[in-house]
């Protein structure tokens, strides 16, 4: 058993139960689980491996990403999207993403989590619904578990193609017993349940305009005859998601997921921008989470997300960055800040929504989303997931005198350290398990491809 020492931290945020900020402190780390946090004074004065923050450092627990689509990586900024409303841009993306293979699922996924984890993430849940080619779900896993990210991978799908009234070009669905049969195969090759687990499954059908109801119920089903498998999924994004959901099954998107038993506490649907009022206390009631995308929101012009009144009502809720084709970034601390500006402007209230409940929704929010008590917060027991931000840069400059909530109002770019189940992923801002412009390489040239075509 190994032990690693933080101490001399300025400012340590730990997030606990009565959401202690210290002073002079230090975390004490066994393996891969914290086993002391107090002052420097206190705790031991020297372990295995020591890492002095010499006072000018900001220590929080890493960020957790309720949702994304790392593939997207690969098609940022297309032309033909950039100005498009949801549905217009995935009928612009398709044909692109119908050329994606496994080698593009393991080049995205290395670069998604290295930009995650070099901006602050430490957990992230990713959604691949797309499987041409060659793809499974099998090479994401791979290139995420080198780079080192805390990982929740949704073995996504889509099943209801144009030719049955769906959104998706009919080359780009599989068939359901296909769709079922491997998403049981990848539970039962990778899904972890175990506290601290660094790779857990999710089952996740796309979207009600791409996926048939029996497959919802099926899906359900499967995943809840495994322990600490969820289910996850898109709901009322935008205006369109809701007509389509009326026109199509006569329900509301709130009252689309209940009848398919898609509420519950092992249960989040990403975005939820037009869930009316009768939907937020279902959702209150059972424990069902949701994960906020507000840049994506504000790049497609969906709407704004009631999260004020989603946190009020009991809703559990997580930030996502969603795909950065839709974003086009991928950085949290961004996502803390459209946060919290959002709820400001939706309910005109400078008071809505403050630094440090931003900073709680990326944290705590998303892990109780996840369904994770071992992640988003800094306390013995925990899991080694922190991140530390040194002071001395000039977008934190003039904001000594609240540091903590400089980091949602002011703006960082990258973390200077970041720990993930004990392990220094960065050092000093530089990402220490993988050759970062190898993967740059390998994604540009990907990318370069997916968009040329086969015939180019």
């Not at 506290?195 to 979207?207: G, V």
């Not at 998107?253 to 989040?268: I, K, Q, T």
């Not at 939706?346 to 705590?364: G, H, Y």
Request: net charge negative.
């Amino acid at each position: 058993m190994t032990t690693l020492l933080l101490k001399n931290i300025h400012t340590l945020v730990t997030m606990n139960g009565v959401r202690e900020e210290l002073r002079d402190a230090a975390v004490l780390i066994r393996d891969h689980v914290i086993e002391r946090v107090g002052k420097t004074v206190d705790l031991p004065a020297s372990a295995d491996q020591v890492l002095d923050l010499k006072s000018r450092h900001l220590v929080l627990p890493g960020l957790v990403n309720t949702h994304h689509h790392f593939y997207q990586t690969l098609t940022r900024a297309i032309p033909a999207a950039q100005n498009a409303d949801l549905f217009t841009w995935l009928k612009q993306l398709y044909p692109i993403w119908s050329r994606l293979t496994s080698a593009g699922v393991y080049a995205s996924a290395q670069l998604c989590a290295a930009e995650l984890i070099l901006s602050g993430c430490t957990t992230a849940s990713d959604h691949l619904y797309i499987f041409p080619n060659d793809v499974t779900l099998d090479e994401e896993l791979r290139a995420v578990q080198e780079v080192g990210l805390r990982f929740h991978a949704s073995r996504g799908s889509m099943s209801v193609g144009e030719s049955l009234g769906g959104l998706p070009p009919d080359a780009l669905v599989e068939n359901e017993a296909d769709i079922l049969r491997d998403s049981q195969r990848v539970i039962e090759t990778f899904h972890d349940n175990s506290r601290h687990a660094m790779t857990r499954i999710t089952l996740a059908p796309c979207s009600p305009f791409s996926v048939s109801r029996d497959l919802m119920r099926v899906s359900a089903d499967l995943a809840r005859s495994y322990p600490g498998v969820r289910l996850h999924t898109h709901l009322a994004e935008n205006r369109a998601d809701v007509d389509y959901s009326l026109a199509k099954f006569g329900l509301t998107p709130g009252d689309y997921a209940e009848s398919l038993g898609w509420l519950g506490r092992d249960v989040w649907h990403a975005h939820c921008v037009w869930l009316n009022d009768l939907s937020i206390e279902k959702f209150a009631s059972t424990g069902t989470g949701a994960a906020h995308c507000p840049c994506s929101n504000m790049r497609l012009a969906s709407g704004i997300a009631p999260v004020s009144k989603l946190r009020k009502a009991g809703v559990p809720v997580g930030l996502g960055t969603d795909g950065a084709a839709s974003n086009d970034a991928t950085n949290l601390f961004h996502e803390a800040r459209q946060a919290l500006l959002l709820a400001r402007v939706l309910a005109l209230d400078a008071a809505a929504m403050t630094a440090r409940e931003a900073l709680e929704i990326a944290t705590l929010g998303g892990a109780q989303v996840l369904g994770r008590d071992d992640i988003g917060c800094i306390a013995p027991g925990m899991s080694a997931d922190l991140i530390a931000i040194n002071l001395d840069r000039p977008a934190l400059a003039g904001a000594e005198h609240d540091p903590v909530a400089a980091l949602v109002l002011c703006q960082i770019v990258a973390v200077d350290y970041s720990f993930i189940h004990g392990r220094r992923v960065v050092d000093r801002g530089v990402l220490t398990t993988v050759q970062l412009p190898q993967v740059l390489h390998q994604a540009r040239r990907l990318a370069a491809e997916m968009m040329r075509g086969p015939d180019r």
